[in-house]
């Protein structure tokens, strides 16, 4: 049995996957970079063990539930006693040691438990405290998710919680966000992201799928639907059970380009699709650091797009360099692994038009979310002949990739005909509730198929 000290972190490695062969005058360099962290508090070193940790003695963490409370989860009333039992559970599922708070939300945000801005440490006492204090729950008032997110903010960064701490929130919500403004609820957003990380989810279907995700995307975190309240306390429990995974905060994928080099994009793909071209910060000369969020066992591919100057046949480079850091007390930053990614020039067509198998199944899988949610919006707007080409395409890549658990998705909204080759006619009837599945879970992802 393994427990975790300041001796037993993960471990990080990069490996990178990709052709690195360039017909003459090509320029456009993909890679796939496979970010891998194990053996940190875990029973053996499998990505995906279970995490065992001696009570207190896991990394530093803080964790804010969001709960919402407006007055349409008593519609029906079994929404808010689904939160609230959900809600149990999560605290029950905190690690001892780690602190805690719980936030009650509506068109304001209110400290349910401890209170007086303070956060709690987890143990017997203080579990069974919160418990009490959920259960005075009530529903009433509207929706203004900026205003609990920023709560959250403020109660994790008490200066009690320390600066490499683990900060994480869980949201959920049941409605549309229609107490604040969308420009109220991106600023929260922007003034969070950094801050702290988030899952969210909505709660029956009387939500905004794009809230939702939004919000977990602008914050690293994962989105869900939960159409039946009584499936909340498995979803929060395993929620919880995750972050209290979480061993690495605020690690970022630090990519460095040559003098000339361009880069086109930086995508995570899996095991969801994130695109994190435009989160870029400068971090020294010709350096962007991209966040990633925290970390515990697990494994995460990201695809890296640059463009590199055109050579002669013959010649390579270093087309970037790829790193995994994390920042230190002092401003700089700690390098746990890098990869390199190439660039060759060839005259061999076979070496330079091959594509590499990752690349080409990511890009794939990348479609995929993309043309579910143009499929989506255009049956939304009427355009069924645009929902149909979209969504059977989306058919035709879920098959082909593998990716079995889109295609049962996809099949609660189109019928399909002929899967290999896209063919698919839209259902005259779709349940709201497999329609926001299917967009909620739009960009997860499948990995590569092992090559047999």
């Known amino acids: 049995m393994a427990i975790f000290s300041k001796s037993n972190v993960p471990q990080f490695s990069i490996d990178v996957y990709q052709n690195e062969f360039l017909p003459e005058g090509g320029r456009e360099v993909n890679a796939i970079a496979t970010v891998t962290s194990t053996g940190g508090g875990t029973i053996g070193s499998a990505v995906g063990a279970p995490h065992l940790y001696s009570a207190g003695h896991g990394p530093d963490a803080a964790v804010a539930i969001m709960v919402d409370c407006s007055g349409s989860m008593d519609y029906p009333p079994t929404k808010m006693r689904g939160a609230r039992d959900a809600t149990a559970a999560a605290v029950d599922a905190v690690r001892d040691g780690v602190r805690f708070a719980v936030i009650a939300g509506t068109h304001v945000a209110t400290e349910v438990y401890p209170g007086n801005g303070r956060l709690a440490v987890a143990g017997p006492d203080t579990r069974e405290q919160a418990k009490q204090a959920l259960r005075r729950l009530s529903a009433g008032g509207g929706t203004a998710i900026g205003t609990w997110l920023r709560l959250a903010d403020r109660l994790l960064a008490s200066a009690d919680v320390a600066a490499s701490a683990v900060r994480h929130g869980i949201l959920l919500t049941d409605g549309r966000n229609e107490h604040e403004s969308p420009e109220a609820l991106k600023a929260a957003l922007d003034s969070c992201a950094g801050r702290f990380t988030c899952d969210a989810r ?251």
């Open 202 to 452: 909505g709660v029956g279907t009387d939500w905004e799928v794009k809230e939702v995700t939004g919000i977990a995307t602008a914050l690293l975190g994962t989105a869900d639907i939960v159409a039946d309240p009584a499936g909340l306390r498995a979803d929060f429990t395993r929620m919880m059970e995750t972050a209290m995974g979480k061993e690495v905060a605020d690690v970022s994928l630090r990519l460095w380009t040559p003098m000339g080099v361009e880069i086109a994009f930086v995508k995570q793909v899996a095991p969801t699709v994130a695109d994190l071209t435009h989160r870029r910060t400068e971090s020294g000369p010709r350096s962007g650091d991209y966040p990633t969020g925290s970390w515990g066992d697990e494994s995460r591919d990201y695809h890296i797009c640059v463009r590199v100057p055109v050579a002669d046949l013959g010649q390579e480079m270093l087309a970037a360099r790829v790193s995994l850091v994390v920042p230190q007390g002092d401003g700089s930053a700690q390098t746990l692994s890098q990869g390199l990614v190439r660039a060759v020039w060839t005259d061999d067509m076979a070496a330079s038009t091959s594509i590499n198998p990752q690349v080409a199944h990511y890009t794939g899988q990348a479609e995929l979310a993309q043309v579910i949610q143009q499929g989506l919006d255009a049956r939304k707007s009427g355009d069924h002949d645009g929902a149909t080409a979209k969504l059977g395409r989306a058919v035709q890549l879920a098959a082909a990739s593998g990716n079995a658990d889109t295609a049962k998705l996809l099949s609660k909204v189109v019928d399909v005909v002929d899967a290999a080759e896209g063919t698919v006619r839209l259902k005259a009837k779709v349940a709201e509730a497999d329609e926001m599945t299917l967009e909620t879970r739009s960009t997860k992802t499948v990995r590569v198929k092992k090559q047999t």
